[in-house]
């Protein structure tokens, strides 16, 4: 590893010093497509925009020589003519005999909500930073990418392979029509990429390994209608659900917080396993026709019946040492427990969906590839974490195949999906030098071994 390290170095001379000090140059620029991408609302759901922010990039990257494919994810979840599910996929040709590294960055962003001081949309500098809604997760990690292939065409730097860079939709509502429609159609593996950074904001100095486990499932309790004014002619699918509610507080989920994973998952107390119920529908639907004085819906007036359903939707996060199967067994016999002890007791359950642990070696030459770039840059040795939630990485890994994928980009982790989001500007130009330094040397490698 060290001769390795000696001949990147080498390889890095005083080209990478021309290099990073472009980079250094284009801080308005990368602050600027920052914006540009900011402000189109692509907010998801419902999928607003995202044609016009496919189009931006890829007319953006065509002009610099990229080779630029818009693809829709026809017929995928979410897909319909008012809401098209548009990703561009772009991608620039080296010498032969190289590899190929793939940037990858969602163009969706989860609605603004509530608490802002400024606009979401707006994009504002103050205090050297960006801020608005996907500044941080992830429009500013997609601008640092582009930033970055861009000038290591500029330098023209001679390397073997190929840069890529996708902007992908659905992210933030599971990847389906994004990154999981992609992998199936071969852009996600071997031989046409090699390597692949997800520029999520991990943070300047972090890489991110891979993410815990999911399982999201749906518990239906039964009951019998009746009216409310006699629950006893009836059997309520509500105090079922509470029995079985009552059983994942005082058993389950003490039993999770007791199992703890080796992986370096951030923020620390997400080394565990952990369950959360998502969601939780009894009895009639709230019908919303009627508006108050506000003119803001408002529920009409429910008829008294027991609940003859009630569903709940779980979120188990599972860690590296558990599997999928034990995850979901250890539900039933839950439910199977309370069928025996419980007159009236019974369930439904369904999968919703289910994804493994991931985790890329930490000696995967990507890894290596961007720590020996962050140590340039930073002049500090970069940090190794997990994810407590997936991300589009799970396509990568489970349909693309490819085990050599990492997340890493600019912004704070904990800003993302929050009011005031906001990305440093420095950390725009610092993960944009780290992400040249590590395409350039992931690229170059055999090629350069042969010119040196
Ligand atoms: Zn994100």
Same mark, same amino acid.
Request: glycine share 10%; aromatic share 6%; charged share 25%.
């Given at each position: ?5 000696? !001949? ?6 005083? &080209? ?18 920052t ?10 759901p ?21 080779? #630029? ?10 897909d ?8 561009? %996929?772009a ?12 940037? &990858?960055?969602h ?17 504002? %500098?103050?205090n ?64 046409? #990429? ?10 300047? =100095?972090r ?31 509500? &105090?079922?659900? !509470? ?17 703890? @994973?080796?992986?370096?998952?951030? /923020? ?5 396993? @952990? ?10 639907v709230?019908?919303?026709? !009627?508006?108050?004085?506000? &003119?803001? /819906?408002?529920?009409?007036? /429910? ?7 009630c569903?709940?939707?779980?979120d ?29 007791? =019974?369930?439904?359950?369904? =999968? ?10 930490? =000696? ?11 140590a ?10 997990? !994810? ?43 993960s ?18 042969? #010119?040196?």
């Amino acid at each position: 590893m060290l001769r390795q390290m000696a !001949s990147s170095h080498k390889l890095a001379g005083m &080209n990478n010093d021309s290099l990073l000090k472009r980079i250094e140059a284009k801080r308005d620029e990368v602050v600027a497509l920052t914006q540009d991408l900011v402000r189109i609302p692509t907010t998801n759901p419902p999928g607003d925009a995202y044609e016009a922010c496919a189009r931006l990039l890829g007319e953006r990257l065509q002009k610099r020589g990229f080779a #630029v494919e818009y693809i829709r994810a026809e017929g995928a979840p979410g897909d319909r003519d008012s809401h098209p599910r548009i990703n561009v %996929v772009a991608r620039y040709e080296g010498q032969p005999g190289g590899e190929c590294v793939h940037f &990858n960055s969602h163009i969706d962003v989860v609605e603004p909500g509530s608490g802002w001081t400024t606009d979401p949309f707006g994009a504002e %500098v103050r205090n050297g930073r960006v801020y608005g809604r996907g500044t941080c997760d992830m429009k500013g990690g997609l601008a640092s990418s582009v930033i970055a292939c861009e000038a290591i065409l500029e330098e023209g730097l001679p390397f073997a392979g190929a840069l890529e860079i996708s902007g992908t939709v659905d992210e933030e509502s599971g990847g389906f029509a994004g990154v999981g429609y992609l992998a199936e159609r071969g852009y996600f593996s071997r031989p046409r #990429v090699h390597h692949v950074i997800i520029p999520e904001p991990l943070g300047v =100095d972090r890489i991110c390994l891979g993410h815990r486990g999911v399982w999201w499932g749906e518990v239906e309790t039964l009951g019998r209608i009746a009216h409310g004014s006699m629950p006893f002619l009836g059997d309520s699918a509500i &105090n079922h659900m !509470s029995a079985f509610i009552h059983l994942l507080e005082t058993q389950l989920q003490p039993r999770l917080s007791q199992r703890h @994973t080796t992986e370096p998952v951030e /923020p620390p107390g997400a080394r565990v396993s @952990t369950l959360n119920i998502n969601s939780l529908h009894g009895g009639q639907v709230e019908q919303l026709f !009627s508006l108050d004085a506000l &003119n803001r /819906p408002t529920g009409d007036l /429910p008829s008294p019946v027991v609940a003859h359903s009630c569903r709940a939707v779980l979120d188990r996060r599972f860690i590296a040492e558990e599997n999928l199967e034990d995850v979901k067994a250890e539900i039933v016999a839950m439910l199977e427990e309370l069928k025996r002890s419980r007159p009236g007791f =019974d369930y439904g359950i369904r =999968d919703i969906m289910s994804f493994v642990p991931t985790a890329t070696p930490q =000696d995967a030459p990507v890894v290596l590839a961007t720590a020996r770039a962050i140590a340039r840059v930073l002049g500090r040795e970069a940090s190794y974490i997990s !994810s407590p939630g997936t991300y589009d990485q799970k396509h990568i890994v489970r349909t693309g195949k490819l085990d050599a994928c990492i997340a890493y980009g600019p912004g704070i982790l904990d800003l993302a999906h929050q009011p005031d989001e906001y990305v440093g500007i420095q950390e725009l130009v610092d993960s944009a030098k780290i992400m040249a330094l590590a395409a350039l040397s992931l690229t170059s490698g055999s090629q350069v071994a042969r #010119v040196g």
